[in-house]
């Protein structure tokens, strides 16, 4: 037997691979993928790169502060500009670097620097050691190369927000002041933000220099992310394979929820995903009610995971205790009553009543519970807790946390949560 008929007969994934038949471009769904249209965005890109066109001429774009809501294609749209005026600069000859930087990701000022450095400098990493420098010398050697290397550096500095906190902007401070300090070269700062209100804590010198110009993105209505979602089907789909009701449908969920493209698309990768796996040939409606469920469940998941001890604690203690009350309703005191029997067991020092309150109303904001103040009468107020999600739901997730799934196992063993002869406090 020749060795190309063994694979050709007996490799698990030929199978699979030519079952390709909803997705022509998978790529195109992801995260990362940077369009090269953006339907409804015309007026914003018209706008930004009327701004950044000087650096073709070689003279310094005006800083942009672009504000939107998530998912309204800021971050896409600076890239796209980016590799655009790349591609001009280019063919006209001209010195343009571009870096782009998620500020959540990199948030000191020398994985800042870092990241400027090596659009001029492309040994950067190997020259500049990763720490022992101190900022000011890191600062001087940016200038050197950038002043050595000339140009002009278009540097995104997306969530630029994560940057600032109420008390330093410091390096900020710096990379606005940064052009006052060069001689062959110059940098324009594009900050990007979902946090209109982050400019308020900055020093009011940083706040005029970064925003020299802004954009708004609005957030879009149903009938324009249906339009994205059709130009993107075209892409990643084959023909005919996606119901056109399923792009209403996705489209009108994803409107519902601030005019989100992303949450659009991602509920389109999904559905597809699930009909795929389901070896289908059409995405149907049903699907994208499938991937809403997968969605919730894990968009409720990434919450519990970074819930900090105390607050799991609380909301192991609001579930516990709903089993065991009929009209499924208990007080901040029940609540407090298992929490506390929860931190004695797991050696945690106890927060004060008052205290899990505040977690209580915290838990109540990200919709893990649902917290009401009710008039009792003569009695006065008090605050009724509820679980919202739904409780297998919430067992099988708890089941995924070491921590969380501990405390479940211990109290359903011992019984020991809620104290029914509990005085209801609020
Ligand atoms: N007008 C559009 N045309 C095509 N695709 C778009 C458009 N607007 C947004 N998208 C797509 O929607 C997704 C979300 O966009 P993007 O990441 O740019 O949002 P954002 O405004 O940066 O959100 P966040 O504030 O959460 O960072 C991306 O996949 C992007 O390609
Ligand atoms: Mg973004």
């Not at 990007?192 to 940083?206: G, Q």
């Not at 119901?243 to 489209?251: E, I, R, T």
């Amino acid at each position: 037997m020749k060795k190309s008929e063994v694979s050709e007969n007996s490799n698990v994934f030929d199978n699979l691979m030519n079952k390709e038949r909803i997705f022509r471009n998978r790529e195109a769904l992801s995260s990362t993928f940077i369009p090269s249209e953006f339907p409804h965005r015309n007026d914003e890109i018209n706008s930004f790169a009327n701004i950044l066109k000087p650096a073709l001429y070689g003279a310094r774009p005006s800083n942009i502060l672009i504000y939107g809501q998530t998912g309204t294609g800021k971050t896409a749209v600076a890239k796209f500009l980016c590799e655009q005026i790349l591609e001009k600069a280019e063919t006209e000859n001209k010195k343009i670097h571009t870096a782009y930087i998620n500020c959540k990701q990199t948030n000191t000022p020398y994985g800042i620097l870092a990241n400027i450095g090596k659009t001029y400098y492309a040994e950067w990493d190997d020259v500049i050691p990763h720490a022992g420098w101190r900022i000011d010398k890191v600062y001087a050697t940016l200038k050197q190369k950038a002043d050595d290397n000339g140009g002009i550096a278009i540097v995104v500095l997306d969530e630029i927000d994560a940057l600032v906190t109420k008390t330093s902007d410091d390096i900020l401070y710096h990379l606005t002041g940064l052009n006052s300090d060069l001689n062959n070269s110059k940098i324009s700062l594009i900050g990007i933000s979902n946090d209109t209100k982050f400019t308020s804590w900055l020093d009011p010198r940083v706040k005029s220099r970064l925003g020299e110009e802004s954009l708004t993105f609005a957030p879009y209505n149903a009938i324009q992310i249906e339009e994205i979602l059709a130009q993107r089907t075209q892409i990643a789909f084959n023909d005919n394979v996606v119901d056109p009701v399923v792009l209403s449908y996705c489209a009108s969920r994803a409107a519902q929820e601030h005019g989100d493209a992303r949450k659009a698309l991602d509920l389109l990768r999904i559905s597809a995903e699930l009909a795929e796996r389901d070896d289908r040939e059409i995405v149907t409606v049903d699907y994208v009610t499938q991937a809403q469920n997968v969605m919730e469940k894990d968009q409720v998941r990434s919450i519990i995971s970074t819930l900090p001890i105390h607050y799991k604690a609380t909301l192991a203690s609001a579930i516990l205790n709903q089993g065991k009350r009929e009209n499924g309703q208990q007080t901040t005191g029940e609540v407090y009553s298992t929490y506390t029997k929860i931190c004695e067991r797991f050696n945690l020092s106890d927060l004060s009543q008052r205290r899990i309150g505040h977690i209580i109303s915290e838990l109540d904001m990200q919709g893990l519970i649902n917290a009401k103040i009710v008039s009792l009468g003569r009695q006065g107020r008090t605050k009724f807790i509820s679980v919202v999600l739904d409780e297998n739901q919430v067992k099988e997730l708890f089941r995924e946390d070491s921590f969380l799934s501990d405390i479940m196992d211990e109290l359903t063993k011992t019984g020991n949560y809620i104290g029914s002869t509990q005085t209801r406090l609020v």
